[in-house]
């Protein structure tokens, strides 16, 4: 049986084929359910032109389909480095049991993966962030969630 170390070997491992291959950037990540990998993924922004095709969300998206649902609670994900807020998100939502991560934030951003001015932009109010946002149409729109709350077959997560 595997134990913490060889899934973090083979997250570290992913990290490395993947850049090898040209699929993206030097991270890796796997999905552990009962002692067991059951998703791999690595980093594919590059190869597959997808800003979100970060190893953790690759792993965990090919960890739903492999079990058939998005509720990975019973599961851990392994990945080679600190994620990143998009990452750490989908790892909260996917409902994982645990985390476990290598190299630290301070490591990728050396190497130019620098989040550290997401983890700011989320902290500002609309007006301060780089990203001119704006909220409209903001009735209308929240008028869906009624009807959301209004639907009898409606999966709640």
Request: charged content about 20%; glycine content about 8%.
């Amino acid at each position: 049986m595997c134990n913490e170390s060889d899934f973090m070997r083979r997250a570290i491992a992913l990290s490395v084929e993947g850049m090898a291959q040209g699929a993206g950037g030097p991270f890796g990540a796997v999905v552990v359910k009962d002692g067991k990998i059951i998703a791999e993924g690595w980093n594919e922004v590059t190869s597959s032109n997808d800003p979100t095709a970060h190893a953790e969300v690759q792993a965990i998206r090919r960890a739903a389909q492999a079990l058939g649902t998005f509720d990975l609670s019973g599961c851990d994900v392994y990945a080679s480095c600190e994620p990143c807020p998009m990452c750490l998100s989908a790892i909260y939502w996917s409902r994982a049991s645990h985390l476990f991560y290598g190299a630290k934030a301070a490591h990728a951003a050396a190497a130019g993966f620098d989040d550290a001015f997401l983890y700011e932009q989320m902290k500002l109010p609309e007006a301060q962030r780089t990203l001119p946002t704006k909220s409209i149409m903001t009735n209308e729109a929240a008028e869906v969630f009624q009807a959301w709350l209004a639907k009898p077959d409606r999966v709640p997560y």
